[in-house]
């Protein structure tokens, strides 16, 4: 994916679900290719196959299991995932944490079908641990922080100043987003002025009056 970029969350959101997901991730192309911003979306797995045939920005799987292909049934093998054509997945969310181990495994599963891979961690402890395993992106979002109207950006600038300069310490190829409550331009600007490469989001767009307002006013803090 290009950098900087906005990361969109579709997580399990009902008004990102079925139809109205369908025109959340069209909102998103239009948004991209009207402010020139790199967006990328995570729409629900149910969907997967669907964004990546219709919109022409970068998908991500919100998750893929460490489970062989083939009798694997209501997992998601990342050979599944990157039959779709998606270009990446996100690893170790919040909502679905794993155990470090297993994110070792799965970010060389996805590197070797070309997925990239963006691991959400916690704390500074979990993000250099992760960053020390490879992957292309790690992000970073306090739970505590994720849902609310409070950006990470002004609620806790340190966490993403000390991500940032610690991801470099270990492991310079490892770029650095942040998330939780990200909901404004000033706070997409904070994040880049941070040293992050972006952002990774949720409830701004999916749970905004209007996701395209919204995620043209996002984009707004890159350009
Ligand atoms: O994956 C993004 C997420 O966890 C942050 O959610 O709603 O605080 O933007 P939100």
Redesign the pocket.
Known sequence: MRTPVIVV?F?GYLEASGEQGLSLAKICEVVAMESSTSIVIAPQMVDLSLMVKTVNIPVFAQHIDDVKAGSCTGHIPPEGVAATGASGT?LN???HRLKLADIDVLIHRASALNLETIV?TNNLAVTKACAELGPDYV?I?PPE????DISITSADPDIVKNAVKDVKALNPDVGVLC?????TSEDVKMALELGTVGV?????VTKAKDPKDALMELASGIN
């Open positions: 969350n997580k996100l969310h919040s909502e959400c992000a979002e922080l994720i849902g609310g998330g939780a409550g990200v909901k990774l989001l949720a409830s701004g």
